[in-house]
């Protein structure tokens, strides 16, 4: 309709008329006159999402709540070091003996306290890896460099080194990084040969989280009990989904992941996605068959579900391309199924 074009009167029409025609918003060809034309719209969950899209907004300017924080976890160990020490010397006025055992003592806390932060520091070292290898391999389906997907490729190699079951994938790809192939075919390669049984085992934590979220909150009498719960396997559920992608996050690695988890949720519309998808799972029927209790252990299911395709998205190395992209509908599938189970039994 261009300007010179009247507008349309306002009339009414059955979807069964033959003058209706059903359209395709991409197609250009023009219908006959007077014919209805209806352009569907997208559905929020049914919007692409681009392939160059970062998976977290770039940050900028200067950190200074990592400033404040390091300010006072400095003070808090200077603080900690100056009781011991005041500690220890009071031992050893009143008794050598004393002494000596609360020097030992602390020796022991500094020793575990320099091996926790170690593996704090190299869990987080490696997510910031694996971060990286998803942005560079996204880069590379983009700019299609081949030398680039190489090192991309050797860098995934290293990080799969040390997972059996992806022995022969990795043996599979390292015959192929002498081919002539090009960039983006090689990362779609190596998602098919690394992540097509590290997907399945994803589906499979996330499914059985879903579904041991549903019972428990379907039957718990207290709704504290139900948060706590959710909580516990969520957090569970995130941690085993970063070690099976190759991360091993700590207790400041499993903060990162949480914020990262969130912020990709925000960015994606996964509540609104979510939100969609559980109004046309429980208002066709279902929820008339289920009692409240038992709709409220479902809908948290589905809600662990989402969290848990995000959780996915933030911890795989590589972004979905070559392999589908696990969707809500079918963990839903999963939890209909395992419900109509229980409720046999």
Same mark, same amino acid.
């Given at each position: 309709?261009?300007?010179?074009?009247?507008?349309?009167?306002?009339?009414?029409?059955?979807l069964?008329?033959?003058?209706?025609?059903?359209?395709?918003?991409?197609?250009?060809?023009?219908?006959?006159?007077?014919?209805?034309?209806?352009?569907?719209?997208?559905?929020?969950?049914?919007?692409?999402?681009?392939?160059?899209?970062?998976?977290?907004?770039?940050?900028?300017?200067?950190?200074?709540?990592?400033?404040?924080?390091?300010?006072?976890?400095?003070?808090?160990?200077?603080?900690?070091?100056?009781?011991?020490?005041?500690?220890?010397?009071?031992?050893?006025?009143?008794?050598?003996?004393?002494?000596f055992?609360?020097?030992?003592? $602390?020796? *022991?806390?500094? @020793?575990?306290?320099? &091996?926790?932060?170690?593996?704090?520091?190299?869990? +987080? =070292? /490696? !997510?910031?890896?694996?971060?990286k290898?998803?942005?560079?391999?996204?880069?590379?389906?983009?700019?299609?460099?081949?030398?680039?997907?190489?090192?991309?490729?050797?860098?995934?190699?290293?990080?799969?080194?040390?997972?059996?079951?992806?022995?022969?994938?990795?043996?599979?790809?390292?015959?192929?990084?002498?081919?002539?192939?090009?960039?983006a075919?090689?990362?779609?390669?190596?998602?098919?040969?690394?992540?097509?049984?590290?997907?399945?085992?994803?589906?499979?934590?996330?499914?059985?989280?879903?579904?041991?979220?549903?019972?428990?909150?379907?039957?718990?009498?207290? $709704?504290? *009990?139900?948060? @706590?719960?959710?909580? &516990?396997?969520?957090?569970r559920?995130?941690?085993? +989904? =970063? /070690? !099976?992608?190759?991360?091993r996050?700590?207790?400041?690695?499993?903060?990162?992941?949480?914020?990262?988890?969130?912020?990709?949720?925000?960015?994606?519309?996964?509540?609104?996605?979510?939100?969609?998808?559980?109004?046309?799972?429980?208002?066709?029927?279902?929820?008339?068959?289920?009692?409240?209790?038992?709709?409220?252990?479902?809908?948290?299911?589905?809600?662990?579900?989402?969290?848990?395709?995000?959780?996915?998205?933030?911890?795989?190395?590589?972004?979905?391309?070559?392999?589908?992209?696990?969707?809500?509908?079918?963990?839903?599938?999963?939890?209909?199924?395992?419900?109509?189970?229980d409720?046999?039994?």
């Amino acid at each position: 309709m261009n300007e010179k074009t009247p507008p349309r009167r306002p009339a009414t029409f059955k979807l069964d008329d033959p003058g209706v025609v059903l359209i395709d918003p991409d197609d250009t060809s023009r219908l006959a006159r007077g014919t209805i034309q209806i352009v569907p719209e997208a559905e929020p969950a049914q919007l692409p999402v681009p392939a160059d899209a970062p998976l977290l907004p770039a940050r900028r300017g200067f950190r200074w709540g990592t400033l404040f924080w390091g300010a006072v976890a400095g003070l808090v160990v200077l603080g900690t070091g100056l009781g011991v020490i005041n500690l220890v010397e009071d031992l050893f006025a009143r008794n050598q003996g004393l002494g000596f055992l609360g020097l030992g003592f $602390a020796v *022991i806390a500094a @020793v575990a306290l320099a &091996v926790i932060t170690a593996r704090e520091l190299v869990g +987080l =070292a /490696r !997510l910031a890896t694996i971060e990286k290898l998803h942005l560079r391999a996204a880069e590379v389906l983009i700019s299609d460099d081949r030398k680039a997907s190489r090192a991309v490729v050797a860098d995934l190699l290293k990080l799969a080194h040390r997972t059996p079951q992806l022995a022969r994938a990795r043996s599979a790809l390292q015959s192929h990084t002498e081919d002539i192939i090009d960039g983006a075919d090689m990362i779609r390669l190596a998602e098919r040969e690394l992540m097509t049984p590290l997907d399945q085992e994803a589906r499979r934590l996330v499914s059985t989280a879903a579904q041991r979220v549903s019972v428990v909150t379907a039957v718990s009498p207290r $709704a504290l *009990i139900d948060v @706590v719960f959710v909580f &516990v396997a969520s957090l569970r559920m995130i941690r085993q +989904l =970063a /070690r !099976l992608y190759g991360g091993r996050p700590g207790a400041l690695g499993m903060i990162s992941l949480l914020r990262q988890v969130i912020a990709h949720l925000a960015i994606t519309g996964g509540i609104a996605a979510s939100d969609s998808l559980i109004q046309q799972m429980l208002g066709h029927g279902i929820a008339a068959k289920l009692s409240q209790r038992l709709g409220e252990g479902m809908l948290n299911g589905l809600l662990t579900a989402r969290l848990g395709l995000a959780a996915i998205e933030v911890t795989r190395p590589m972004p979905f391309n070559a392999l589908p992209r696990p969707a809500l509908t079918d963990l839903a599938k999963d939890l209909l199924s395992k419900r109509e189970e229980d409720n046999a039994r």
